[in-house]
């Protein structure tokens, strides 16, 4: 596949997540060999990250990933995108329930995915967590 077909893919892949309010699609983008990589969860394979994802959509009904920039070189893909979404629902994090707070958060995230045969097959993510708990009032700002 060609790196504009994989750039084309992660639209995709967020676009259809976004669409489901699940991670189910990621069956459909993610090789049966997946991996992510997170700051702080460690590797998940793709049943971890479903259901890392899936937390997320269950206390933040309506949660989008606004893809700003997607930039491709050979197997390797990364995207610049912002989560938004408003917390109505407790969500499970490694501390423990944080309670539903109300509040909107809009999360900036960098992706970096490589892909084989047309599918990602490991998947870096970083993330601004303590942005995202100050917004929803689980620490000081």
């Known amino acids: 596949m060609s790196t504009e077909s994989n750039k084309t893919a992660v639209r995709e892949m967020f676009s259809a997540i976004d669409a489901a309010q699940s991670m189910s699609p990621l069956d459909s983008f993610a090789a049966?060999?997946?991996?992510?990589?997170?700051?702080?969860?460690?590797?998940?394979?793709?049943?971890?990250?479903?259901?890392?994802?899936?937390?997320?959509?269950?206390?933040?009904?309506?949660?989008?990933?606004?893809?700003?920039?997607?930039?491709?070189?050979?197997?390797?893909?990364?995207?610049?995108?912002?989560?938004?979404?408003?917390?109505?629902?407790?969500?499970?994090?490694?501390?423990?329930?944080?309670?539903a707070s109300g509040k909107s958060f809009e999360m900036p995230v960098i992706n970096m995915m490589r892909f084989a045969d047309g599918k990602v097959v490991e998947h870096w993510s970083v993330f601004d967590m303590m942005g995202f708990l100050q917004q929803l009032g689980a620490i000081p700002t």
């Open 32 to 99: 049966a060999n997946y991996a992510a990589h997170f700051t702080g969860a460690g590797h998940l394979d793709r049943e971890g990250m479903k259901g890392f994802g899936n937390g997320f959509f269950q206390a933040c009904p309506g949660l989008a990933h606004h893809v700003e920039q997607v930039v491709g070189e050979g197997e390797f893909v990364t995207a610049r995108l912002t989560i938004r979404g408003r917390q109505t629902q407790p969500l499970m994090t490694p501390a423990g329930p944080l309670p």
